[in-house]
């Protein structure tokens, strides 16, 4: 997209200290918004705010009055917010089930997206309206064996954002979500190998943030896009379940 595609707006992003995150805060801040960089880690979430000319906060996902915070920044600092990106994600790691990181991993991939939206409706509501869009994975829509709870995880914000969208279309808020293929962070350094014995490709990050902006603006609300190596991004389009039978 061209450099004054977002002149006035105020995004949110979480999760936005380096891999995808930090991409749509540099494409969005590019464009001419202003820029809520949310994080765990301060040093590269401050380093990403200082480049994109934004503000840090320091943001536990996991925790809804760091997500509330994280609004109320956007409001007090640039009068607003029209975009909020709730990217915040981490993947299980380690051999077999614990708890701890079962947890982990399920407060920051669910709970995040869903305080997030919570967190953000009351400043979108003032503006009128906005968007929201929760990035998911590929592995929300397909089995993932080497990772099952993470994929759960975002299987459920899949149909979170689905089921909640047409609660808030009639208020001018969108919300969609995004499942990309594995894409070239740091996220995916513990499984490279098993990615390439299954014969997936991975997405470069330019690319995520290329349909990021495509779904950012569509007008639709509820949809879930689709993003793998060699294909343009699109909603998919779910089957119908089956009816009652007898």
């Keep these: 997209m061209g450099s004054n595609e977002y002149p006035g707006k105020v995004a949110l992003v979480?999760?936005?200290?380096?891999?995808?995150?930090?991409?749509?805060a540099r494409r969005l801040a590019d464009?001419?918004?202003?820029?809520?960089?949310?994080?765990?880690?301060?040093?590269?979430?401050?380093?990403?705010?200082?480049?994109v000319?934004?503000?840090?906060?320091?943001?536990?996902?996991?925790?809804?009055?760091?997500?509330?915070?994280?609004?109320?920044?956007?409001?007090a600092r640039f009068g607003g917010l029209d975009i909020a990106v709730l990217n915040a994600g981490v993947v299980t790691g380690g051999d077999g089930f614990d708890a701890e990181r079962y947890r982990r991993v399920?407060?920051?991939?669910?709970?995040?997206?869903?305080?997030?939206?919570?967190?953000?409706?009351?400043?979108?509501?003032?503006?009128g309206g906005g968007s929201v869009v929760a990035m998911a994975s590929l592995a929300g829509l397909v089995p993932v064996p080497f990772d099952p709870v993470y994929g759960a995880t975002k299987a459920a914000v899949v149909n979170y954002v689905r089921s909640y969208a047409?609660?808030?279309?009639?208020?001018?808020?969108?919300?969609?979500v995004m499942c990309p293929g594995f894409a070239e962070t740091p996220i995916i350094d513990g499984f490279r190998g098993v990615i390439h014995e299954l014969g997936m490709s991975i997405l470069e990050v330019s690319d995520v943030v290329d349909a990021f902006e495509t779904v950012l603006a569509s007008p639709g609300s509820g949809?879930?896009?689709?993003?793998?190596v060699g294909a343009?991004?699109?909603?998919?389009?779910?089957?119908?379940?089956?009816?009652p039978q007898g």
């Excluded at 918004?33 to 480049?51: F, H, L, M, Q, S």
């Excluded at 996991?62 to 956007?74: F, N």
């Excluded at 709970?111 to 939206?117: M, S, T």
């Excluded at 343009?232 to 009816?243: N, Y």
């Design 53 to 75: 000319d934004g503000v840090f906060i320091q943001c536990d996902v996991r925790v809804p009055a760091d997500s509330r915070a994280a609004a109320e920044t956007a409001v």
């Design 232 to 243: 343009p991004t699109r909603p998919m389009v779910f089957a119908t379940p089956p009816g």
């Design 31 to 51: 464009g001419g918004a202003r820029i809520v960089v949310a994080d765990v880690v301060a040093e590269r979430g401050e380093a990403v705010a200082e480049e």
């Design 166 to 176: 047409p609660l808030v279309a009639h208020e001018g808020i969108r919300i969609n």
């Design 223 to 228: 949809e879930c896009w689709h993003l793998e």
């Design 106 to 127: 399920v407060a920051t991939n669910l709970d995040g997206v869903v305080y997030g939206i919570e967190a953000v409706l009351p400043a979108l509501r003032a503006r």
């Design 14 to 24: 979480t999760g936005a200290a380096n891999g995808i995150g930090a991409a749509i």
